[in-house]
């Protein structure tokens, strides 16, 4: 399994930005479908934003326009760029990689998780 590590989590002003970065180990973080997830207080985890292993991507309604989801397969890294941030985006983000052919909203599809990053939005 590949080892995840998130970073880039703080505390940003409604209308902000932030930039959160997962490094992976390993030498076949290129052959995995990558997703963001996120939790906040009380709900159940969510889909955020979903990499192919080609770079094709896809997003949950709440983040589309806002969000953009990269992989650098050189630097074994994903990124979640997050702007114009909504108090409502407030919860821990976790990263994932899923040995799946396509990319899936469904936590259950993802092996690998990292230990997930606070992400908080004041208003």
């Known amino acids: 399994q590949v080892q995840l590590v998130e970073s880039g989590g703080g505390l940003v002003q409604a209308g902000g930005s932030l930039r959160l970065s997962c490094a992976a180990s390993?030498?076949?973080?290129?052959?995995?479908?990558m997703g963001w997830f996120r939790q906040a207080p009380g709900k159940e985890r969510e889909f955020v934003a979903g990499?192919?292993?080609?770079?094709?991507?896809t997003y949950a309604e709440s983040v589309k326009g806002r969000f953009t989801i990269s992989r650098d397969n050189a630097k074994n890294t994903v990124y979640l760029q997050m702007n114009s941030l909504k108090p409502e985006d407030t919860a821990v983000y976790y990263c994932?990689?899923?040995?799946?052919?396509?990319?899936?909203?469904?936590?259950?599809?993802?092996?690998?998780w990292g230990q997930g990053t606070q992400v908080t939005v004041s208003s």
């Open positions: 994932a990689a899923g040995g799946i052919s396509r990319i899936s909203s469904a936590a259950t599809d993802f092996g690998s």
């Open positions: 390993g030498p076949t973080f290129s052959s995995y479908v």
């Open positions: 990499i192919s292993r080609l770079g094709g991507n």
